[in-house]
């Protein structure tokens, strides 16, 4: 039997990644894709006023907006970012999140060697 890297996701079908995760009322809900040393990939679904609080990560991280818009703080910086597009967080750069409208977003995380 051939190992998946891949979880929690249907194989070899066309699927909408922000159909894969639900909101919840006052809650931030998250569905692991794949977890090991160099990769990390995970959906979010942020109900309204929700939010990750400012932290690090050994690894840059790629926001990639599915559906509503989010806050995302890098640094000191806000951006405001829509369904379709992307920032990156950088490295050992404290950042968060927060939801000004329900949101769903994609992260891939990448860390170092």
């Known amino acids: 039997m051939q190992k998946n890297y891949i979880k929690n996701i249907d194989f070899a079908t066309a699927l909408t990644l922000a159909e894969l995760v639900t909101y919840q009322p006052g809650q931030v809900v998250s569905k692991t894709l794949a977890q090991n040393p160099a990769v990390s990939l995970t959906l979010f679904a942020f109900d309204q006023g929700e939010e990750i609080s400012s932290h690090e990560s050994n690894g840059d991280a790629m926001v990639i907006a599915l559906d509503g818009e989010g806050e995302i703080t890098i640094g000191?910086?806000?951006?405001?970012?829509?369904?379709?597009?992307?920032?990156?967080?950088?490295?050992?750069?404290?950042?968060?999140?927060?939801?000004?409208?329900?949101?769903?977003?994609?992260?891939?995380?990448?860390?170092?060697?």
């Open 76 to 113: 000191s910086e806000k951006h405001l970012l829509k369904a379709g597009q992307t920032i990156v967080m950088p490295a050992k750069t404290p950042h968060a999140v927060y939801a000004s409208q329900p949101f769903k977003m994609f992260l891939a995380v990448v860390f170092p060697d």
